[in-house]
């Protein structure tokens, strides 16, 4: 899925440090889905983004989770302080729109993201 | 109960056999149906879309959606080695965009 870029592929972090994930999504997409796989779990939504806007973030734990889509350069999930049970697969999904109808999601190849 | 179930396998064929991979869901809100394949340490990759009961095929792959029983299917016939990865179904309400709910997956294994 080489249109979703997401980078760095591999990201290693010690515990309260931070974590910055990011991704571009594929050209002429403006909707931004970032989706976390925990160990033996499904993929799991967590936050919705246009340009400039969040419009759904009902799946983002309540503290230490940002995302950010701005008007120039690519989506970014960030972390704070960093705990291991944040150790997962990170990916990020792009549509040219809303609807999914039109718009089924391609997904990038993902961050892992390891808390030691 | 989760949303969706499917069973997570693991499941091995011989090559060129027939695969059935299922879902089931509760929440009769969804409109929209998936089958994503991922490969290990890849993003998914999207396979089969529909939105409506009945059968869609893509060559050797066939989804298959039956909402009075609230169960699809993805068949793949005549199996490569290649088919070898995890299967996620996934599915959406009509308004809710990109907020797929997916099923924990059902790895494959194909065997030459």
């Known amino acids: 899925n080489a249109g979703v870029m997401q980078n760095p592929r591999h990201l290693v972090r010690r515990r309260g440090q931070e974590a910055r994930l990011r991704c571009s999504p594929m050209?002429?997409?403006?909707?931004v889905y970032w989706y976390r796989q925990l160990p033996e779990e499904g993929l799991k939504f967590m936050v919705y983004?246009?340009?400039?806007?969040?419009?759904?973030e009902s799946g983002m734990p309540k503290e230490r989770f940002s995302a950010e889509f701005p008007k120039e350069g690519p989506s970014i999930l960030r972390i704070q302080q960093v705990v291991r049970g944040d150790s997962a697969a990170y990916f990020c999904?792009?549509?040219?729109?809303?609807?999914?109808?039109?718009?089924?999601?391609?997904f990038g190849n993902g961050t892992r993201l390891t808390v030691t | 109960q989760k949303e969706v179930e499917q069973d997570p396998g693991p499941l091995s064929v011989p090559e060129g056999a027939i695969v059935s991979l299922n879902c089931t869901y509760s929440?009769?809100?969804?409109?929209?149906f998936m089958w994503y394949r991922q490969y290990s340490r890849k993003g998914p990759e999207l396979l089969m879309y529909?939105?409506?009961?009945g059968n869609k095929e893509d060559g050797r792959f066939t989804a298959q959606v039956d909402k009075s029983s609230k169960y699809i299917s993805l068949f793949i016939r005549d199996s490569q080695p290649s088919d070898s990865a995890t299967y996620l179904c996934?599915?959406?309400?009509?308004?809710?965009?990109?907020?797929?709910?997916f099923g924990q997956g059902t790895e494959l294994s194909v065997k030459p």
């Open positions: 999904a792009s549509s040219p729109g809303r609807e999914t109808y039109n718009s089924p999601l391609h």
């Open positions: 050209k002429g997409h403006s909707h």
């Open positions: 983004l246009q340009k400039e806007n969040i419009i759904d």
């Open positions: 929440n009769s809100a969804f409109q929209y």
């Open positions: 529909t939105y409506s009961s």
């Open positions: 996934a599915m959406c309400p009509y308004n809710q965009g990109g907020k797929l709910i």
